[in-house]
T-cell receptor, first 113, second 114 residues
Framework: DTGVSQNPRHKITKRGQNVTFRCDPI?????LYWYRQTLGQGPEFLTY????????KSRLLSDRFSAERPKGSFSTLEIQRTEQGDSAMYLC???????????FGEGSRLTVL | AQSVTQLDSQVPVFEEAPVELRCNYS??????LFWYVQYPNQGLQLLLK??????LVKGINGFEAEFNKSQTSFHLRKPSVHISDTAEYFC????????????FGQGTRLTINP
């Protein structure tokens, strides 16, 4: 069990560029979540996958955001036409689906200039 | 829908003193309750969880929490804190069915002074 891995750990981009983050969950976990955390706040839910199916999306997830989990293993979160308000830590978590416990990665920090 | 309120954004305490971090939640359905800790430059780690049964739950690093259904609270306590407990603490709630996504409070920064 190597834990949840996220890449890249840090990304600095200019406004208007596209960015993609990758999450590799714990291998036997069928549930995968994306959260966003800004300074001084708790994580906010973005979206949830069970295997390859995206079952829930937050209203926070505008049409510039898209997430995939093509084979029910790793997941990607893409942000198109980034805005300064997108600057945040993007957290990925996975779960075996038992008793709601989530295992978090260390996050991918996005800075939009 | 669920929501969580952490009543204190910052809590300073002296080393070896007791501490209580307060958490209240709101939900129309049965819930699971969690406390997570985030050390500087690290990911969120689970401290403890309440699913059912005994209302007093014990977690790692000497922390415990008590579920109080009538007061919709899940306060975190430790009888004697150490410098290493300096971190951000998040209370979270999830439904007991469906997506079981966590809804977090805004966090409490615990600072331990020598």
């Amino acid at each position: 069990d190597t834990g949840v891995s996220q890449n890249p750990r840090h990304k600095i981009t200019k406004r208007g560029q596209n960015v993609t983050f990758r999450c590799d969950p714990i291998s036997e976990h069928n549930r995968l979540y994306w959260y966003r955390q800004t300074l001084g706040q708790g994580p906010e839910f973005l979206t949830y996958f069970q295997n390859e199916a995206q079952l829930e999306k937050s209203r926070l997830l505008s049409d510039r955001f898209s997430a995939e989990r093509p084979k029910g293993s790793f997941s990607t979160l893409e942000i198109q036409r980034t805005e300064q308000g997108d600057s945040a830590m993007y957290l990925c978590a996975s779960s075996p689906g038992v008793a709601g416990e989530l295992f978090f990665g260390e996050g991918s920090r996005l800075t939009v200039l | 829908a669920q929501s969580v309120t952490q009543l204190d954004s910052q809590v300073p305490v002296f080393e070896e003193a007791p501490v209580e971090l307060r958490c209240n939640y709101s939900s129309s359905v049965s819930v699971y309750l969690f406390w997570y800790v985030q050390y500087p430059n690290q990911g969120l780690q689970l401290l403890l969880k309440y699913l059912s049964g005994s209302t007093l739950v014990k977690g790692i690093n000497g922390f415990e929490a008590e579920f109080n259904k009538s007061q919709t609270s899940f306060h975190l306590r430790k009888p004697s804190v150490h410098i290493s407990d300096t971190a951000e603490y998040f209370c979270a709630v999830s439904g007991s069915a469906g997506a079981q996504k966590l809804v977090f409070g805004q966090g409490t920064r615990l600072t331990i002074n020598p």
